[in-house]
T-cell receptor, first 115, second 114 residues
């Protein structure tokens, strides 16, 4: 069975601090996709990044960076120099093809960035 | 600007009512999904559809059904609403399940069953 664990329920930081959101996944499939989504207070989930299981290269996009490690089944997300606008719920997700593609989401991590 | 539009932002329904949640996308996507979001549980897949008139059960289909008569529209139906179906419902679409750009989500419908 597939599973995504986001152990951090809530994180609170002060603006300009760096923060890392953890994501651990479980699957027996060798081909899979990992995602991060952001859900601001408006409610609409916004896609941030996708990684496939064959690409362990880390990625940086502005203040965002992602660290994918198959050895530990982790796909962590770091925000550098956090800003108030980063306050949101962040979801990690896993897609596998088991009789059709399905995406399993973690429980989410709520990030508060205080000014 | 591409969009997934959910017809209602907030709904209050009575126990036993039949409830329709509508979702329309304008991106010509083949795949559409219904999730419910509950605190501490994340998003759980209710039903999904890969094509018109096709539907597949997700992880928690009990008490729900769906309809996809047209490619752009995917409706979620609560046959007889119950209080444990009070939740945030999110519709999503994608061109293919492993899409490079992930899913596009609607803004959600917060349903309260009283």
């Amino acid at each position: 069975a597939q599973k995504v664990t986001q152990a951090q329920t809530e994180i609170s930081v002060v603006e300009k601090e760096d923060v890392t959101l953890d994501c651990v996944y479980e699957t027996r499939d060798t081909t899979y996709y990992l995602f991060w989504y952001k859900q601001p207070p408006s409610g609409e989930l916004v896609f941030l990044i996708r990684r496939n299981s064959f690409d362990e290269q880390n990625e940086i996009s502005g203040r965002y960076s992602w660290n994918f490690q198959k050895s530990t089944s982790s796909f962590n997300f770091t925000i550098t120099a956090s800003q108030v606008v980063d306050s949101a719920v962040y979801f990690c997700a896993l897609s596998v093809n088991t009789g059709g593609f399905k995406t399993i989401f973690g429980a989410g991590t709520r990030l508060f960035v205080k000014a | 600007d591409v969009k997934v539009t959910q017809s209602s932002r907030y709904l209050v329904k009575r126990t036993g009512e039949k409830v329709f949640l509508e979702c329309v996308q304008d991106m010509d996507h083949e795949n559409m999904f219904w999730y419910r979001q509950d605190p501490g549980l994340g998003l759980r897949l209710i039903y999904f559809s890969y094509d018109v008139k096709m539907k597949e059960k997700g992880d928690i289909p009990e008490g729900y059904s769906v309809s996809r008569e047209k490619k752009e529209r995917f409706s979620l139906i609560l046959e007889s609403a119950s209080t444990n179906q009070t939740s945030m419902y999110l519709c999503a679409s994608s061109r293919n399940p492993g899409s490079l750009y992930g899913y596009t989500f609607g803004s959600g419908t917060r349903l309260t069953v009283v």
